[in-house]
Each structure stands twice: as structure tokens, then as C-alpha cells.
């Protein structure tokens, strides 16, 4: 703030004559708010307009004006065309009411530059409660106001920027959500054009030992369809259900062998595993259960083949059980280590760290196979 | 014995198409048509009295194969079950459409769909068990398959 003293008539002192009607000139109080560093000003409501009767210096050295430009006038001389209608209001109403207020307002200084005035207004009235005064103080508040102008500034550009990188990123999101439907669509429609492949190339075939092949390999091919089928039909791609799987699965395979004697027995536990288990589980159920249909069961004096296959599916403690049994003809008859079918479930069982045995049911086979499994709740944690 | 379905396919991949239509006349029934776009689609529904349509989704013209559902539901000339990849794109209302067959179906799973499709056509509600891989529309669902 500037220190300098006011230029001023030197007969400028009388002009606050009227104020000392009832505060004398000697008043310490009224020598202070003379001399204090708080704009003040007094304004008599009692003459018409409500005109200044006294300023001190701080509000001359604040406003820019002499005195004798300011005594005898209504303050509003201070406002101007960015002050707020609304704080001019909230002003005049106090005045009406003879009220205190304080508010913030823009205010113009005599060379027309700005500042932010938080004023105060509070009457004074006498012994008989009537309004002789109204004391008013100013101080400036521009740089406050400043701040507070930045902070919303920068608030309004820091939630634009929010708002531009939020959309980028949902954008983003979106672009991969269509590319990750568009790879799945075409490994699905893939997959139906290798089966398609491999049937129209059997119905080609004559030969007993070369359809039987092909009809393994369509096997397991649907196997793994099956499993993409059902991989993105849930939200989480990244989980698998591998219960709602093997009922698809082992209905589909009995169905598909005409047999109708032989029932399935499913005892499956909802369970899920995460989605990269999800093709060596699945290729491994094919092989047991197309193995049991093909060499479990003898065909009964009827021509007929009666028997049941049964999946278990539970998780003991962190651990994914699967048995597939069956009440056939027992290990005795079953394909030896050597059949490619037996090195691809023991090669998937190594992938998934599981332990395998096949065990004599009396009547018929038992596979259990056990691999530890992550808790259902946990994240999956890839590798 | 019920009587065989007149099948119309509606789908852009020849090789499919090729094998769809084996797998159908296997099962003792009759491909009418293959159209490959929704206006071949189009013209073929007026043309052949197909009992059932295959359409998948996504055809030569685009994902037309929705707009393909409700113009043959507008004709009332057949019945139509959507064979796609993506059911996503299907909408919540099934244009109309009997179901879908999810594709990749395996082989015994489109023979067994043939088969329930046969009797719910001829005569609904089918008896069979619905096959892995076929889903109802809500609207087939609550006649073919209310539940109990």
C-alpha cells in the first residue's frame, strides 16, 4: 500500500466540522481511526443521499480521490460497470434495513483502475436507537480475489483435462473391446472352417483306419470350439468356467457316438479356472471321455451298449479335481502308454502341473487327475 | 415321422455354407437356397418357401443379417435362427428369431439343433433336449421351453 500522504486543501479539516458536533476534535478514538492504516469513512443517512461526512486518509490513499471529492457524496460513486448488480442490492438493503453487512465488490479508484473492496457496514445509532451513522470500512482484497479467480481457473482447465483424458481413455477401451470381439469372432468362425474342412475331407475317405483319424482330430478341434465358445460368453474373459464346459462336452460326445445306453453321471462343482488353463483341461477331458466311449463299453448279444461315464468336478482346498470314470470293460483292454492319445493327456497334465492315475474301479476305469487352482476370489495373476 | 425341413441359408463364407448344407441333407432334410448378401436374402425368401432360415450375422453387405431376421418375420414365410460368432450383436429382442446356434457348433451339436428345430417347427414345443450351444430368444424360450 502506498504511504505518502494525501494532498489536500489546507482548509480540508473543516470539512468534517459536522462530526464534531458530537466526536471533539481532542477524541483519542476519533484521532485513531484518522490516522489507522483501515480505510474508514462515516455517511450521515440523516441528510439526503446518505452523504460521506468524514473519510480518513487510508480511504483517500485507497480510492485515489481528494477529499473534498468524496465529503458530501453518496459512495457510490465508487462502483462502476463490472460491479455486481447483486452486491450493490445486498448494500441497499442493509442501508434500508439498518443492518450490518459485508460483502465483496468491485469498486473503481478515481483513475478508473480496480480493486475488490471487502466492505463493511455497520449503523451507529444513539441512545434512543435512532440511526445516526453509518460507519463503513474498506479493505483491499484484489489479491485474494485473484487467487480465488486462479484456483477456479485452474480447476476449470484441470477438469477439461480430466475430462479430454477420460474420453481418450474410454476411447482407447473401446478400440480394444471391438478389436478383442473382432480377433474372437474370427478365431471362432476359424475354427468352424477347420471342422468344416476336416468333415467334408472324411466324407471323402474310404478307408476304415483313416476316417477313424479324421474323426479323432474333428474331435478334438471341436473340443477346443467348444471351449472357445464358451470362453467369451461371460464378462470376465479371462476366467473360465469349466463345469457349464464339460456338460456341453460330454453331452455333445455321447449324443454324437448314437449310443444311447450309455448315461452320463455329471457331478460338477461350479468351478473356474483362468482362461489360459481353460484348453489343456478341456483337450484332456475330450481324450478321457472319447477314450472311455471307445473302449470302455462292449456291445451287449442286442447289438446295444449300455454303461455310464461319469465327471466328477470339486476343489478341495486350492487344489481342481477331475475323475472321469467309467463301469466298462476295465484297464485291461485300454490303450497302452504308447497311443498318441495317452502322450497328449500326459504332456497336457505336465502343463498344468497335475497329478494323474488311472485306477482299477472293479468294474471299469477311474482317471483322477488333481492340479493345484487358484482361490475362486483371487485375482488372476498372470505369468 | 415328421415331415423334413426346407432350409435356406443365409451365410458369406462359402466353406460353411458348403458344410451346413451337407450337414442338413444328411440329416434328411432339404437346402432350398444359399445367399451370401441380405438382398440375395432378400429375393430368396420370396422366392423359395423355405420353412426355416439360417442367417448369420455378418454377411457380404455387412452386419446385415439382423435386418435379414426382421424382413422375413415381416413376411410370415418362415422361421429364422441366427448361426453367428459374434450373438453380442444379436439384439436383446432376437428380431423375431427363433434362437441362436453359437458358432463354432460342433457337428452334433448342429445335428442335434436340426432335429429340436425340426419338432419345434412341426411340432411345437420340441421334445428333445436343447442341444449345447443353442439358445432360445426370451420370446421362443417362454412357449418352447417354460420353465417348470
Not at chain 1, 68 to 83: A, D, I, M, S
Not at chain 2, 39 to 63: K, Y
Amino acid at each position: 500500500m502506498d504511504w505518502k500522504r494525501t494532498r489536500e486543501p489546507a482548509d480540508a479539516w473543516h470539512m468534517t466540522d459536522d462530526l464534531h458536533v458530537e466526536h471533539g476534535k481532542g477524541d483519542p478514538f476519533a484521532a485513531a481511526i484518522r490516522a489507522t492504516r483501515m480505510s474508514m469513512i462515516i455517511t450521515d443517512p440523516r441528510r439526503p443521499d446518505n452523504p460521506i461526512v468524514f473519510a480518513n486518509d487510508a480511504f483517500l490513499r485507497l480510492t485515489g480521490y481528494e477529499r473534498h471529492e468524496v465529503l458530501g457524496k453518496n459512495c457510490r460513486f465508487l462502483q462502476g460497470p463490472k460491479t455486481d448488480k447483486e452486491a450493490v442490492g445486498q448494500i441497499r438493503t442493509a442501508i434500508e434495513d439498518k443492518a450490518d453487512v459485508s460483502v465483496d465488490i468491485l469498486n473503481y479508484r478515481k483513475d478508473g483502475s480496480t480493486f475488490w473492496n471487502a466492505l463493511y457496514i455497520s449503523p451507529v445509532s444513539n441512545d434512543k436507537g435512532e440511526v445516526q451513522f453509518f460507519f463503513a470500512s474498506q479493505l483491499d482484497v484484489s489479491d485474494r480475489k485473484r487467487s480465488e479467480h486462479r484456483i477456479t481457473a485452474d480447476k476449470d482447465r484441470f477438469e477439461k483435462a480430466v475430462k479430454e483424458r477420460t474420453a481418450e481413455l474410454e476411447a482407447a477401451l473401446e478400440a480394444q473391446t471391438t478389436l478383442l470381439h473382432e480377433v474372437d469372432h474370427r478365431v471362432k468362425n476359424n475354427l468352424q472352417m477347420i471342422s468344416s474342412l476336416i468333415i467334408m475331407q472324411r466324407r471323402t475317405i474310404k478307408d476304415e483306419a483313416t476316417r477313424h483319424s479324421l474323426t479323432t482330430m474333428l474331435e478334438r478341434i471341436e473340443a477346443l470350439s467348444t471351449v472357445h465358445r464358451r470362453l467369451y460368453q461371460s464378462k470376465d474373459v479371462s476366467r473360465f468356467d469349466v463345469s457349464d464346459f464339460a456338460k456341453d462336452l460330454v453331452t455333445d460326445l455321447l449324443t454324437a457316438s448314437g449310443r444311447s445306453g450309455i448315461k452320463p453321471k455329471l457331478e460338477l462343482d461350479p468351478i473356474v479356472i483362468s482362461a489360459e488353463k481353460a484348453t489343456p483341461v478341456a483337450l484332456m477331458v475330450n481324450e478321457l471321455v472319447t477314450n472311455a466311449l471307445k473302449h470302455a463299453f462292449k456291445e451287449g448279444s442286442d447289438g446295444t451298449t449300455a454303461g455310464r461315464i461319469g465327471i466328477k468336478m470339486s476343489q478341495p482346498d486350492g487344489h481342481f479335481n477331475i475323475e472321469v470314470s467309467d463301469d466298462g470293460v476295465g484297464m485291461a483292454e485300454a490303450n497302452g502308454d504308447a497311443s498318441f492319445g495317452m502322450r497328449l493327456i500326459k504332456s497336457l497334465a505336465r502343463q498344468l502341473h497335475a497329478d494323474i492315475e488311472w485306477r482299477d474301479a472293479g468294474p471299469g476305469t477311474k482317471v483322477v487327475i488333481s492340479m493345484p487352482n487358484e482361490p475362486q476370489q483371487k485375482g488372476l495373476s498372470h505369468d | 415321422m415328421t415331415d423334413p425341413l426346407k432350409v435356406l441359408i443365409v451365410e458369406d463364407e462359402a466353406l460353411l455354407a458348403m458344410e451346413l448344407e451337407s450337414l442338413v441333407e444328411e440329416a434328411g432334410h432339404s437346402v432350398v437356397g444359399w445367399a451370401t448378401s441380405s438382398a440375395e436374402a432378400r429375393s430368396m425368401v420370396e422366392s423359395t418357401d423355405a420353412d426355416i432360415a439360417f442367417v448369420d450375422i455378418h454377411l457380404t453387405d455387412g452386419p446385415t443379417g439382423v435386418d435379414v431376421a426382421h424382413y422375413i418375420g415381416e413376411k410370415k414365410r418362415s422361421m429364422v435362427v441366427f448361426m453367428t460368432a459374434n450373438p453380442k450383436r444379436i439384439p436383446d429382442h432376437f428380431a423375431g428369431a427363433i434362437g441362436v446356434i453359437a458358432k463354432p457348433y460342433t457337428m452334433n451339436g448342429l445335428t442335434s439343433a436340426l432335429r429340436y428345430l425340426q419338432e419345434g417347427v412341426r411340432r411345437p414345443p420340441p421334445v428333445s433336449t436343447r442341444p449345447a450351444g443353442f439358445t432360445l430368444s426370451p420370446a421362443f424360450e417362454a412357449v418352447w421351453a417354460p420353465a417348470a
